[in-house]
């Protein structure tokens, strides 16, 4: 899990606030209320996302409290960062910035890196990212990959 220090104070004190607001007084927040209040801080999960974040956070239990929460929004607020850092890496592969690269750009970065992505991976993320033509617009997948 994430720690806390690599969250400003004004993120903390924000997620604390938020999290207040939906856990009724008490010290944990319910899955239906997670992601009322993840939208509260400007995020916009799927179901399938809130019960994986959910599933993760609190190993079977039925309520997240706020280190738990905590540890969830900094992967969250970390991964917007990936987003960036996604869409600049492949920025560096399109020479003309169009926002776009092909299929076989996107297949020869994705074998440079050190995490090894399967065919179905790797197909996925073209199908995320698919913008016809045999090219992917790699902002929109950075943004889906870094879950931002």
Do not use: W
């Given at each position: 899990?994430?720690?806390?220090?690599?969250?400003?104070?004004?993120?903390?004190?924000?997620?604390?606030?938020?999290?207040n607001?939906?856990?009724?007084?008490?010290?944990?927040i319910?899955?239906?209320?997670?992601?009322?209040?993840?939208?509260?801080?400007?995020?916009?999960?799927?179901?399938?996302d809130?019960?994986?974040?959910?599933?993760?956070a609190?190993?079977?239990?039925?309520?997240?409290?706020?280190?738990?929460?905590?540890?969830?929004?900094?992967?969250?607020?970390?991964?917007?960062?990936?987003?960036?850092?996604?869409?600049?890496?492949?920025?560096?592969?399109?020479?003309?910035?169009?926002?776009?690269?092909?299929?076989?750009?996107?297949?020869?970065?994705l074998?440079?890196?050190?995490?090894?992505?399967?065919?179905?991976?790797?197909?996925?993320?073209?199908?995320?990212?698919?913008?016809?033509?045999?090219?992917?617009?790699?902002?929109?997948?950075?943004?889906?990959?870094g879950?931002?």
């Open positions: 899990a994430l720690q806390m220090d690599s969250l400003s104070q004004e993120q903390v004190s924000e997620f604390k606030e938020a999290f607001m939906f856990a009724d007084g008490g010290d944990a319910t899955k239906e209320t997670l992601q009322t209040c993840m939208k509260q801080l400007g995020f916009r999960p799927s179901s399938e809130i019960t994986e974040m959910f599933e993760d609190c190993e079977g239990g039925r309520k997240i409290s706020f280190s738990e929460f905590v540890s969830m929004m900094g992967e969250k607020m970390h991964s917007v960062d990936e987003a960036k850092t996604i869409a600049n890496a492949f920025e560096s592969f399109d020479a003309n910035v169009t926002g776009y690269i092909t299929h076989d750009e996107f297949r020869k970065i074998s440079m890196g050190k995490s090894k992505f399967s065919d179905k991976e790797i197909r996925d993320f073209i199908k995320m990212g698919d913008a016809g033509e045999g090219k992917i617009d790699y902002v929109t997948l950075s943004r889906e990959i879950g931002a």
